[in-house]
């Protein structure tokens, strides 16, 4: 009996392991992750937007990314309450007020680009019963609209590596999360994915454990 003891506490143990090691990997918690590329390491040529909205000489494109990588580096504490005013306070947020706030680094009211869409095309968002100036531009359903409208569809294949470039947008979950492509690379080069999942790292190497559902890239000026 006791070496059946031994057994199934062996068992236990390793599954456990197992199971922490999973973790400390999918989080990239694990100690051995590997080291991080820059595109120009990987002979990926980086596209820029011809435009630069805010005048500060970066790009937007370049811009979203920072504004998005501003927000990952604050991490802000995982909430989505409904706020009187709409914008929560800069330590404070989910994964669309990432959208917004990569946006505002590029000079774009980002709210105000969908709330305008919303009262023009209401059909386009038939579930909003009762537009909210407070709360529908960090709905994720209404952020992936107005990029189908507004944005440049793009693959979702994440071999084709070139084709994901800095501040592009990314769907996931069924349509219940979102995130921002950033710059920095695994040694596939594949894309870090900048979001708030409420996750210890803010920006990282997400397209392992996340199977991206829609992927886009704004255009200028709009259609």
């Not at 002979?43 to 998005?68: K, N, P, Q, S, V």
């Not at 990029?147 to 070139?162: C, G, H, Q, R, W």
């Not at 994901?164 to 695994?186: E, K």
């Not at 999942?197 to 392992?208: S, V």
């Amino acid at each position: 009996m006791k070496k059946v003891g031994w057994v199934v506490a062996l068992i236990i143990g390793v599954v456990i392991l197992v199971t922490v090691g999973w973790l400390l990997w999918s989080f990239n918690l694990w100690p051995f992750q590997g080291r991080i590329y820059s595109m120009e390491e990987l002979g990926i040529e980086r596209l820029r937007a011809e435009t630069d909205f805010d005048g500060d000489g970066i790009d937007d494109y370049t811009d979203i990314m920072l504004g998005a990588r501003k927000d990952a580096e604050n991490h802000p504490r995982y909430d989505g309450s409904y706020v009187q005013g709409g914008y929560p306070p800069d330590e404070v947020g989910v994964c669309t007020d990432a959208i917004w706030r990569a946006f505002r680094e590029a000079g774009y009211d980002f709210r105000a680009m969908v709330d305008e869409d919303i009262r023009e095309r209401p059909g386009a968002y038939s579930w909003i019963e009762q537009p909210d100036t407070n709360i529908d531009f960090r709905r994720v359903r209404n952020l992936q609209t107005y990029f189908e409208e507004y944005a440049e569809k793009l693959t979702i294949d994440t071999n084709d590596v070139s084709a994901w470039q800095p501040g592009d947008i990314v769907i996931f979950d069924h349509g219940n999360h979102i995130g921002v492509v950033s710059d920095r690379r695994n040694r596939k080069g594949q894309p870090y994915i900048i979001h708030n999942a409420g996750q210890p790292e803010r920006e990282e190497d997400y397209l392992k454990r996340a199977q991206p559902e829609a992927h886009y890239r704004m255009k200028w000026p709009r259609d």
